[in-house]
Nanobody, 121 residues
């Protein structure tokens, strides 16, 4: 019903940059909020950043000032610009979308398949 396609991960050196994107498609829906989470090996999945339909954003303390989340509502796409990357940012990054699915008349949360970000020299 809803597909989330992520792109933009890869290998980058410390202090480098990457830009992740996640596009939602499928059934007709209304998006409330979009966000990014990450999970490093041996650790729990954690919030990175979110953006709601009004454009308000939240960030994990560890990424404030380095990462910027944005969205293109017309394209149902969320972006995560990551600058000044650190080794500890290495993780699988997951897109998350909170939406109302009109065909089923219900609200739900959907996850992308994940994209690997590796920061290493």
């Amino acid at each position: 019903q809803v597909q989330l396609v992520e792109s933009g991960g890869g290998l980058v050196q410390p202090e480098g940059s990457l830009n992740l994107s996640c596009a939602a498609s499928g059934s007709t829906f209304r998006i409330y909020a979009m966000g990014w989470y990450r999970q490093a090996p041996g650790r729990q999945r954690e919030l990175v950043a979110t953006i709601n339909s009004g454009g308000s954003t939240t960030y994990a303390d560890s990424v404030k000032g380095r990462f910027t989340i944005s969205r293109d509502s017309a394209k149902n796409t969320v972006y995560l610009q990551m600058n000044s990357l650190k080794v500890e940012d290495t993780a699988v990054y997951y897109c998350n979308v909170d939406l109302f699915l009109l065909s089923a008349f219900r609200r739900g949360t959907y996850w992308g398949q994940g994209t690997q970000v590796t920061v290493s020299s």
